[in-house]
């Protein structure tokens, strides 16, 4: 999964967002422990998952201060 544009994931849903934190929380730890064991070949991704939980936390966040 490349790294998306945060317009893809503004037009997601709360829910939506809610889960693609979590799974990419879940690829993150698998790349540390790939990393951690020297098999990690795509290090450039371990960037892209933490830019991508930052960017899916900001808009959950701007969305949260919306309905409030």
Do not use: H, P, Y
């Not at 490349?2 to 037009?11: G, P």
């Not at 070949?41 to 830019?51: H, I, W």
């Amino acid at each position: 999964m490349a790294s998306k544009q945060a317009t893809d994931f503004r037009s997601k849903s709360v829910d939506e967002l809610g889960v693609q934190l979590i799974d990419l929380r879940k690829e993150q730890f698998n790349l540390r422990f790939q990393q951690a064991g020297g098999q990690l070949e795509n290090t450039a991704r371990v960037r892209q998952v933490r830019r991508d939980i930052a960017r899916t936390k900001s808009i959950l966040s701007e969305k949260a201060r919306a309905e409030a």
